[in-house]
């Protein structure tokens, strides 16, 4: 009996300890099991956990997946010839025919994940594991969401005709138990910067954004932020955002607040005719840095302490075509860079269209801070 009594009470043990480990933690409490209804994959951010954002500008909505990939893992070397073709070949179609939108790197296994949209409007979501394409499966997982306020309207359009809403959400990260969003509302100024607290309440915070651009030499509220970062200057945190044509702004966060026109203080113009792409933040020897991916120009870096110790705006125009003015950049031996990503505190990820013609993604290495 008494043995039989030990057994048992082994057995409850044992049950009541696999019943704590599936137990949720506080981030995922509300998080439902099911398919999401995700129409387009604009923009990729990991949080913590392994939960990966997903800005989805077609839906007006973020979601945040449970990737289940919480294993610690190092960072190793990526090399991929022919990105493009590769992912093709295991999503059963051709290069032509798929378009990659988004890296973003998980930050506790250094698993790289990307999401493609195939042109017949499917977006799709894949990882790197040991330079080898997987998908990730998007049905009956685990995920939250949370549908953007004042989104700017599915069928506005720009001068030009060109439709607005895929600038729904034109940028997203995690920082300090929020998730960050930059984009377009249908406010009167619709530059936006959103504000949301994970786990998701329905809670969001906006502001609305005001900048100088140097190279149209006038204040604009309409352009959205094309990628920004948060780091601290100064010992605040503050938003370092690009802008299309090319100013940098910097956002003090303690000034992004609920319902606040706020205006930044641009402390460059890296070249007008470009748009930015990436912006990521790095770290070598107690130095950071911030390093931008663009269209028309060659991958920048630089100095945070620069950006710190420049204490002027730029309020005057800068009229001469493809100029610069401000803050100092290095253009590094980067071009046609169309994706960026961060690895680790000192190593990144690029997708580079090469001079063959070949779209490559592996990692360069640290040397180039």
Aim: glycine fraction near 6%.
């Amino acid at each position: 009996m008494k043995k039989f009594l030990l057994v048992c009470g082994a057995l409850f043990i044992s049950a009541w300890g696999m019943g704590a480990d599936k137990s949720p933690s506080p981030l995922k409490a509300n998080f439902i099991e099911g398919s999401p209804t995700i129409k387009s994959m604009n923009a990729l951010a990991f949080g913590p956990e392994g939960v990966l954002f997903v800005g989805d500008s077609r839906n007006a909505r973020i979601f945040a997946i449970d990737t289940q990939d919480e294993q610690a893992g190092e960072a190793t070397e990526i090399k991929i010839q022919q990105f493009d073709k590769v992912v093709a070949d295991v999503l059963g179609t051709t290069a032509d025919k798929i378009a990659i939108q988004d890296i973003a790197v998980n930050p506790i296994s250094k698993v790289i994940y990307f999401s493609v949209h195939h042109n017949d409007g499917t977006p799709l979501l894949l990882k790197v594991v040991d330079n080898e394409i997987k998908t990730v499966p998007l049905e009956n997982i685990k995920f939250s969401e949370v549908r953007l306020n004042d989104p700017v309207a599915e069928d506005a359009k720009d001068r030009r005709g060109r439709e607005l809403r895929i600038w729904a959400v034109s940028d997203l990260s995690y920082h300090n138990g929020s998730v960050l969003v930059s984009g377009l509302s249908n406010q009167e100024f619709s530059s936006t910067f959103r504000s949301i607290p994970f786990p998701f309440t329905g809670k969001q915070e906006h502001s609305s954004l005001e900048v100088y651009h140097a190279a149209h030499g006038q204040f604009e509220t309409f352009a959205p932020i094309k990628a920004f970062t948060a780091t601290e200057v100064n010992n605040e945190p503050h938003l370092i955002a690009s802008y299309t044509c090319t100013p940098l702004v910097v956002f003090p966060m303690n000034q992004l607040k609920p319902g606040e026109h706020v205006k930044g203080r641009t402390v460059a113009e890296l070249g007008n005719w470009n748009t930015p792409l990436d912006i990521i933040t790095l770290e070598k020897e107690g130095r950071q840095y911030i390093l931008i991916a663009n269209s028309n120009r060659a991958l920048m870096k630089i100095k945070v302490s620069d950006i710190a110790s420049f204490r002027d705006a730029l309020t005057t125009p800068v009229k001469e075509r493809a100029a610069t003015a401000g803050v100092d950049f290095i253009a590094l031996p980067f071009v046609n860079v169309q994706q960026l990503a961060k690895l680790d505190d000192s190593q990144f990820v690029v997708l580079q269209r090469k001079a063959s013609g070949s779209l490559d993604l592996f990692t360069p290495g640290n040397r180039w801070l």
